[in-house]
């Protein structure tokens, strides 16, 4: 994951609920994922225009570590709800009350492909035009928006999982807001850094994002490899205007944190594999390899 997670006191299934809508919501991380995903592969003209290629393919790969995260801060805040008991005890009955039921009857307690009122994600929220510009405010756009639904979870919980992804998350939406808005101003000439911040509110207003950028992290756009992507350079370059201080690139991608390991729900049936089923399991893997 592109941070480490903390590990839940309690379980939230009500702040699971909200945090859908940074995941499927219009302006969640599916949508930005998939916006650049298709923008960066439909791409016309990619060596002509190069930088501005190159800005959207990297910022895309950036987003599938921020789905990933997403998800995994949902499964946190869903771990415990539930316990383990014969089926005649109702041992889901903490679940019916919650806003999304649906997490505990289709996912055994894990995030879905959807928002916060559990409508699915849907492909009609990618937009593409062809036309770099259009493209480009679109994302600008698409940039503020979830930078504004992700203020309003964070003001909507105090689970600690939330909270952590929603910070961190903040300062690095904050990075592909002021990179697409300079390479707006390349290609236009117009000044779009001037409206920022979109909300009127600095990043630092958040208790969970100060750690963020006192480490420099809205300062740095990855490339997400080790080799290519580098001309972003020619885009992600000058100061913050937030503090002045350096943009900087930097090559590869951040260090991280693990990713949790869920553990099983046998109320939930889930993941159905007892451990008589798991020797039997090891037993097959060895045969078939041989051993």
């Known amino acids: 994951l592109p941070i480490a997670l903390p590990v839940p006191k309690h379980p939230d299934a009500n702040a699971a609920a909200a945090v859908q809508e940074l995941l499927g919501g219009r302006f969640g991380e599916m949508s930005t994922l998939?916006?650049?995903?298709?923008?960066?592969?439909?791409?016309?003209?990619?060596?002509?225009?190069k930088p501005f290629y190159e800005l959207v393919a990297s910022i895309t790969a950036e987003e599938v570590g921020h789905v990933e995260l997403v998800?995994?801060?949902?499964?946190?805040?869903?771990?415990?709800s539930t316990f383990p008991a014969d089926p005649d005890a109702a041992p889901l009955r903490n679940g019916l009350d919650k806003r999304n039921t649906y997490h505990?009857?289709?996912?055994?307690?894990?995030?879905?492909?959807?928002?916060?009122?559990g409508k699915a994600w849907n492909g009609d929220y990618v937009f593409n035009s062809g036309n770099l510009v259009l493209d480009l405010l679109h994302n600008f756009f698409l940039e503020c928006g979830a930078r504004t639904h992700k203020m309003r979870v964070y003001e909507m919980t105090d689970h600690p999982v939330a909270?952590?992804?929603?910070?961190?998350?903040?300062?690095?939406?904050?990075?592909?807001?002021l990179a697409y808005a300079k390479a707006l101003e390349i290609m236009t000439g117009v000044d779009v850094k001037k409206m920022l911040p979109i909300p009127n509110l600095e990043n630092r207003a958040f208790d969970a994002t100060r750690k963020y950028e006192e480490q420099g992290i809205h300062r740095k756009l990855y490339t997400f490899s080790d080799s290519d992507y580098e001309d972003i350079a020619q885009i992600w370059k000058g100061s913050h205007p937030s503090d002045?201080?350096?943009?900087?690139?930097?090559?590869?991608?951040?260090?991280?944190?693990?990713?949790?390991?869920?553990?099983?729900?046998?109320?939930?049936?889930?993941?159905?594999?007892?451990?008589?089923?798991?020797?039997?399991?090891?037993?097959?893997?060895?045969?078939?390899?041989?051993?």
């Not at 909270?163 to 807001?177: A, C, K, N, S, W």
């Open 104 to 117: 505990f009857i289709a996912t055994a307690q894990t995030s879905l492909p959807g928002d916060s009122m």
């Open 34 to 49: 998939n916006n650049y995903l298709v923008q960066s592969s439909n791409f016309r003209s990619k060596k002509k225009l």
């Open 71 to 80: 998800m995994n801060s949902i499964n946190l805040c869903l771990s415990g």
């Open 244 to 291: 002045g201080e350096r943009l900087e690139v930097v090559r590869g991608v951040p260090q991280g944190g693990e990713v949790p390991d869920l553990e099983e729900v046998p109320e939930e049936f889930a993941p159905g594999i007892s451990n008589e089923d798991f020797m039997q399991i090891a037993q097959r893997l060895q045969k078939l390899a041989g051993l």
């Open 163 to 177: 909270r952590e992804m929603t910070g961190y998350l903040l300062v690095r939406g904050g990075v592909h807001v």
